[in-house]
């Protein structure tokens, strides 16, 4: 599930780019069933299944030379802060 993080670190090992890559553990499903309520929009079952199986919010960030780039899902906390500023 959700290989497409350690393909990309794979790649950048390749490259000799240096990578920083934090996941927090699973959120538990009653902080997600809060956030939902909360944010009160449909959440896919997609991402639901990320948030519940494989972690509550990732960061992955490169950097060589002067490229760099970032992919970062909030923590279910940090969403629903971000979704008051929708």
């Avoid at 069933?33 to 990320?50: C, H, Q, V, Y």
């Avoid at 990732?58 to 002067?66: A, F, R």
């Avoid at 899902?73 to 940090?78: A, H, K, R, S, Y």
């Amino acid at each position: 599930m959700y290989e497409i993080f350690a393909r990309v670190q794979a790649f950048l090992e390749r490259k000799d780019v240096p990578y920083t890559f934090v996941k927090m553990g699973p959120a538990e499903e009653g902080a997600f069933t809060a956030a939902k309520k909360k944010i009160g929009l449909p959440i896919p079952r997609s991402i639901e299944d990320f948030y519940l199986r494989f972690a509550d919010g990732v960061m992955l960030h490169w950097q060589k030379g002067e490229d760099d780039g970032v992919c970062s899902i909030p923590n279910l906390e940090e969403l629903q802060k971000g979704y008051r500023s929708w």
